[in-house]
């Protein structure tokens, strides 16, 4: 689920900071800059592994910083697809499933992946597992908030989220329009919701062993017990053979 990324990258080291070793300095600028980022392909930041090289430090004119070429290696977070992930269930929607793993939380287990069949209780506001029962009958497994959950990595998606230009609005407001301040909030209100994930994860849990963690663990208990019952039952009839003889 964790991978070292081989990154360059030129640090730029103010001159406040030119009483440190250089190494260390860079270390710092790289954590500062990258630390629980997300780089487009490349995945969530997690901390600086080593550095592999540094360049010459040059002060470019105008600029009293020094500025270094660094090949340094990360480590991303980044697991690869099919891998079997534990989190906790962090809310429900229609959508599906949202997952977090605590450091991350960008992760959403669609309906179409759940176990089938389910059911979106708007009540209690959570999936529910219809689990069919040998006599026809269904007992319904819900998926709380805040239950542990095993799921499958299927798919990574990244998004481009680097800023492309100043919002209509603001181009509105210089030309001096008598409604720039509604235009302005209206735009406001629609980038907030077409703000993008930089990185999501999409995950299934329609596979047997898959899903929130107890209702496994109750049916190996459950499990455990009937052979326990049948291996008491069995020591009995030998007792009553011996007795017999």
């Known amino acids: 689920m964790f991978v070292l990324a081989e990154l360059k ?3 730029r080291i103010a001159p406040d900071q030119f009483h440190l070793k250089l190494v260390d300095a860079v270390r710092d600028e790289i954590d500062r800059k990258l630390a629980n980022k997300v780089l487009l392909n490349v ?3 997690i901390a600086l592994k080593d550095i592999v090289s540094l360049k010459d430090s040059v002060i470019l004119p105008g600029d009293g910083a020094s500025h ?7 480590v ?7 891998t079997v992930l534990t989190g906790k269930i962090r809310n429900c929607s229609r959508e599906g499933v949202h997952v977090t ?8 287990i669609p309906h179409a992946a759940l176990q089938h069949p389910s059911r979106f209780d708007e009540a209690e506001q959570a999936w529910v597992w219809e689990y069919p029962l040998e006599d026809g009958a269904k007992h319904d497994l819900f998926m709380d908030v805040g239950e542990p959950i095993k799921f499958r990595v299927s798919r990574e998606i990244f998004e481009e989220t680097s800023p492309i230009g100043p919002p209509k ?11 720039s301040s509604a ?12 703000v993008k994930t930089p990185y999501k994860i999409i995950g299934a849990i329609n596979e047997s062993g898959l899903g929130v963690l107890s209702w496994w663990d109750q049916q190996g ?21 011996a007795c017999e003889e």
Not at 68 to 74: G, I, K, P
Not at 185 to 194: I, L, V
């Open 9 to 11: 990258d030129t640090v």
């Open 43 to 45: 995945g969530l930041c």
């Open 68 to 74: 270094t070429e660094v090949l340094f290696r990360y």
């Open 76 to 82: 991303v977070f980044r697991p690869m697809v099919g």
């Open 101 to 108: 793993l605590g450091f991350f939380d960008d992760i959403l």
């Open 169 to 179: 609005a603001e181009a509105q407001s210089q030309q001096g329009s008598s409604s």
């Open 183 to 194: 235009a302005a909030a209206a735009s406001a209100a629609a980038a907030a919701q077409e």
């Open 221 to 241: 208990k459950e499990e455990e017990q009937d052979d326990e019952e049948d291996d008491e039952y069995d020591n009995d009839e030998d007792g009553e053979g």
